[in-house]
Structures are given as C-alpha cells and as structure tokens.
C-alpha cells in the first residue's frame, strides 16, 4: 500500500513557478494505493470508477502518466493499482500529485525498491508534468514528505518546524480550479509588466521569509497577516473570484488570523488560519462551504 498526502500552500504559489520559495502544509487527507500482481498492466481509481492502461500515445495524460510511472520500473510483473482518493480533484490541494506519490509508492513496496519520502517526490515530478506542464515541483515534494516545508526550484527542501501547532481550516469554494490555465495567466502578466513582476515577486519573497519567522517563532498574528498579504497579491493577478473573496471574508469575520486562496486559484479551496482549534471549528461550521479542519503539529 502507498500513501500520498494533500497540502495547502500557506504563502508562495505561483511565485514559485518564478523561483521564489514557497511554504506548503501537509494534510492528512490524501491519496491511497494498493499494487497486486495481476495478469496485466491496470489502474482503478475507484471514486470515479474509471480504469486506465498503460498507453504512452493515448489522448488520456492519466494513462501516459501511468505507462512513465511502470515503464522506470525493469523487470516488474504486471500490476494492477487500485487507488481511493480522498482529496476534491482541481480543487488547489493537490490532488493530482498525491495521486501519482500513491502510485509510486505502492509499486516500490510491491517491488521492495527503497527509497527516501524526499526521492520519492522527487520522482513523482514526472508524473506532474503530464497534468499541469512546468509544474514547480512544491506539490508533488509537500505530498511525499508532509509536515511544513519550504520549498525553491533549484535548491533542497527545508523543513520547518513551528514552534506552536497551527489550526487551519480549508474550504472549498465549489468552483473548479485549472492549475494550467492559472500558471498561463499569471506568466501573461508577468512578461506584460516585468518591472511590476519584479516588484511582485520580491513582495512574496519578504512575506515567504516573515512566514518562516512567525511559524519558527509560534507568531500567529503575524503568520495570519502574511497569508491576508499574500492574498491580496494573488487577487492583484486576477486568481480569485467572487466565491473566494466571499469565503476569506466570511473567514476573517469569524475571527481568522489570515485567508486566502491556497494553490492555483481560479476556484478551489481557501485556507484560514485560527487561534486554536476549537476556533477552527467555528470558523468551519460559520461557512457556507465544504470544508475540513487540520491541525498542523509543531513536531512535524
Ligand atoms: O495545482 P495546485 O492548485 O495545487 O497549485 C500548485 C501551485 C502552483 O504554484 C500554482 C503551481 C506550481 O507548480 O507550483
């Protein structure tokens, strides 16, 4: 059996996409995947009841996914993979790479490869790239290691431990969040205004490095303040909408620290931080949305 874990970004997407770090979160909700030697090659993703074989020329990214996954495995048996998803697919919680550190996961076992959660994560960028084209690699890396981390291109990822566990709440806003579309926008506007882009990013740098500060030091109400400014950012690049503004505010009326939108945008999730976690379920049952609490723990 494998396991890939969700995240919510706490501050960073999409800068990240343009070299600037990024903190992720890890949540329990994620993907599971069970390898069984078969007669043939097969994927069952059992919420959607769809079935995939491995096919390098298929229309379907789910299917050439799958064969570049078995096809870095020699000498292998055919597998069948069944695959539970709990985690809203396009909804900015990274779904897809959760999907694909499962598979990889469960085939190492299958197989007795051993390798660390890093490498793993690592790897699974290859399966990324067939569902979001240059992706940072900061979802796949959050899904194979979990607990908090910051992530940069090019540079190996740290871990953070924050000196008080942190209440979030994750909503979702119903809407579907297309992580291509979101990534292309954003590069538009960026190479429309390069000085403004210059501007933007140095803006997230400084907040990613206050975020580090304030989880390293358990300074909530800064950490809350850096996601209110991150937000506000990400709304500058045109990534929210209605149904997401409506739900940070609603969040911060409940008393959130902080809100924004977690991941690509467009749609999908929002993520508010809270005193504690008696205050995070407040927060959750005030919403008009689905939504789930996490506990982040400081000994991650
Ligand atoms: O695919 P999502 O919604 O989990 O977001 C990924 C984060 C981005 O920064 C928007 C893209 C990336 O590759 O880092």
């Known amino acids: 059996m494998g396991f890939g874990g969700g995240k919510v970004i706490l501050v960073g997407e999409h800068a990240v996409v343009h070299g600037v770090p990024a903190i992720a ?8 995947a069970i390898a069984q030697c078969a007669e043939e090659d097969s994927l069952h993703l059992e919420p959607w009841g769809r079935t995939f074989r491995p096919d390098a020329s298929s ?3 789910l299917a050439r996914a799958f064969d570049r996954i078995l096809s870095s495995y020699r000498d292998r048996p055919p597998l069948r993979l069944d695959v539970r998803v709990d985690l809203p697919p396009g909804a900015g919680l990274g779904c897809s790479a959760a999907l694909g550190v499962s598979l990889l996961d469960a085939v190492d076992k299958a197989l007795g490869v051993q390798r660390s959660r890093a490498a793993l994560g690592a790897v699974a960028l290859e399966w990324e790239r067939f569902f979001h084209g240059a992706p940072s690699g900061i979802d796949n890396i959050a899904s194979a290691m979990g607990g908090v981390l910051c992530f940069r291109q090019g540079s190996p990822v740290r871990r953070i431990s924050p000196a008080r566990a942190l209440s979030l709440v ?3 806003s119903g809407q579907p969040s297309n992580t291509k579309d979101m990534v292309a926008l954003v590069s538009q506007q960026l190479a429309e205004r390069p000085a403004w882009a210059r501007r933007m990013l140095d803006e997230v740098h400084a907040l990613v490095l206050d975020a580090e500060i304030a989880l390293r030091h358990g300074e909530i109400l800064a950490l809350g303040r850096a996601l209110d400014r991150n937000h506000r950012i990400l709304r500058s690049l045109r990534l929210s909408t209605p149904r997401l503004e409506e739900l940070c505010a609603a969040a911060r009326s409940a008393g959130a620290l902080g809100a924004k939108i977690t991941g690509a945008g467009g749609g999908g999730c929002i993520v508010a931080l809270a005193g504690d976690s008696d205050h995070a379920i407040r ?3 005030s919403l008009d949305a689905e939504s789930f609490v996490e506990e982040v723990s400081s000994a991650a």
């Open 25 to 32: 979160a890890g949540v329990r909700r994620g993907v599971t």
């Open 59 to 61: 229309d379907e990214p």
């Open 170 to 172: 994750v909503a979702h």
């Open 283 to 285: 927060i959750a049952d």
